[in-house]
T-cell receptor
C-alpha cells in the first residue's frame, strides 16, 4: 500500500511569515495525526483527527497553529505567524484503528529564520 | 513533564553486540507500548509493540521485555548489524494502538562493523 504522503519536504521562512503543510494519509485510514519533532527530541502530538472531527488538540498552540481535515481524507496544518521556536520536523501519521499502529510520513522540515 | 523517560541518550556497539534501551513510565493507564526506529530524513517506523499483559515479545532480532510492576520496558537488538544504526524511540498510549503516543526522547544507536 502507498505510504503517508507529505509536502513540501523542506521549507525555510522568516519569522512572522505563514506556512502550510499538506498530508495525504493511507487510503482508508480514519485517524490522522500531526506531530512536531524538535531536533533531538521525540515527536509530540499536535492534533488528532478521527475522520474529519478533532479528537485531541490539547497541545496545539491555537493562537498560531490551525489544522483541518477536509472530507476526512487530506489534511493541512498551518502556522501563522511563525516563531523561531517552530523550527522542527512536522510529521503526519495515519492509522486504521485496527491494531496495526501508526504509519508516519517522512515529514516536512521547517526552518524559521 | 515527560511521561516516558528513555535511556541512554546514545550508545555504540560492535556488530553482533546487543544494544539495550530502557524506558520507564508513571501513568498506569498506558496500555500499549511501541518502539519506533527512525533513520535520518525519514519518519519513525513501527518496529515492535507490546501490551501490559505480556512480559516479553520477540519479532526477528528485536525483543521487548516488559516489567509491569516496575513500570519499565526495554528493547534488545540481538546480533546487531550496521544497518540497525538509527534512532530508537519508545512510546506509550492510553488508547491502544491508535491513541495519542507519548514518546521518549530517543536513543541514537551506532553499530560499528
Amino acid at each position: 500500500e502507498a505510504g503517508v504522503a507529505q509536502s513540501p519536504r523542506y521549507k525555510i521562512i522568516e519569522k512572522r511569515q505563514s506556512v502550510a503543510f499538506w498530508c495525504n494519509p493511507i487510503s482508508g485510514h480514519a485517524t490522522l495525526y500531526w506531530y512536531q519533532q524538535i531536533l533531538g527530541q521525540g515527536p509530540k502530538l499536535l492534533i488528532q483527527f478521527q475522520n474529519n472531527g478533532v479528537v485531541d488538540d490539547s497541545q496545539l498552540p491555537k493562537d498560531r497553529f490551525s489544522a483541518e481535515r477536509l472530507k476526512g481524507v487530506d489534511s493541512t496544518l498551518k502556522i501563522q505567524p511563525a516563531k523561531l521556536e517552530d523550527s522542527a520536523v512536522y510529521l503526519c501519521a495515519s492509522s486504521s484503528g485496527q491494531g496495526g499502529g501508526y504509519t508516519f510520513g517522512s515529514g516536512t522540515r521547517l526552518t524559521v529564520v | 513533564q515527560q511521561q516516558v523517560k528513555q535511556s541512554p541518550q546514545s550508545l555504540i556497539v560492535q556488530k553482533g553486540g546487543i544494544p539495550i534501551i530502557n524506558c520507564a513510565y508513571e501513568n498506569t493507564a498506558f496500555d500499549y507500548f511501541p518502539w519506533y526506529q527512525q533513520f535520518p530524513g525519514k519518519g519513525p517506523a513501527l518496529l515492535i509493540a507490546i501490551r501490559p499483559d505480556v512480559s516479553e515479545k520477540k519479532e526477528g532480532r528485536f525483543t521487548i521485555s516488559f516489567n509491569k510492576s516496575a513500570k519499565q520496558f526495554s528493547l534488545h537488538i540481538m546480533d546487531s548489524q550496521p544497518g540497525d544504526s538509527a534512532t530508537y524511540f519508545c512510546a506509550a498510549s492510553k488508547q491502544g494502538s491508535w491513541g495519542k503516543l507519548q514518546f521518549g526522547a530517543g536513543t541514537q544507536v551506532v553499530v560499528t562493523p
